[in-house]
Nanobody, 126 residues
Framework: QVQLVESGGGLVQAGGSLRLSCGLS????????MGWFRQAPEKDREFVAA????????AYAESVKGRFTVSRDNAKSTGYLQMNRLKPEDTAVYYC???????????????????WGQGIQVTVGT
């Protein structure tokens, strides 16, 4: 069974940076594409970014393009979401997700992912 655990969240001022980590255990991380989603209060969960098993393919929501970078280190079984130039509207609970698929696959919707972390709070102050 795959387990995902996020870390690195917290409170940061607008314009600041945070790096989220997602540790994958139970199976080889290289077998799984990874995605990041977020849910703000009273809003639906939304796609943020995704990365394929091989790291060659990535995808980003328009709202974070140019500010966030998704990456992974399969040797460490960890995915990352580097968030720069944070804005108050980035405040949300962030979730990582995983799905076993072909090397180049990236998913942009919740239903495509089989495994989820518990989520971690990111709060961006004004």
């Amino acid at each position: 069974q795959v387990q995902l655990v996020e870390s690195g969240g917290g409170l940061v001022q607008a314009g600041g940076s945070l790096r989220l980590s997602c540790g994958l255990s139970g199976r080889p991380a290289s077998d799984y594409a990874m995605g990041w989603f977020r849910q703000a209060p009273e809003k639906d969960r939304e796609f943020v970014a995704a990365i394929s098993r091989s790291s060659v393919d990535t995808a980003y929501a328009e709202s974070v393009k140019g500010r966030f970078t998704v990456s992974r280190d399969n040797a460490k079984s960890t995915g990352y979401l580097q968030m720069n130039r944070l804005k108050p509207e980035d405040t949300a609970v962030y979730y990582c997700a995983a799905r076993a698929d072909v090397l180049s696959w990236v998913g942009r919707t919740e239903k495509e992912y089989a495994f989820w972390g518990q989520g971690i709070q990111v709060t961006v102050g004004t």
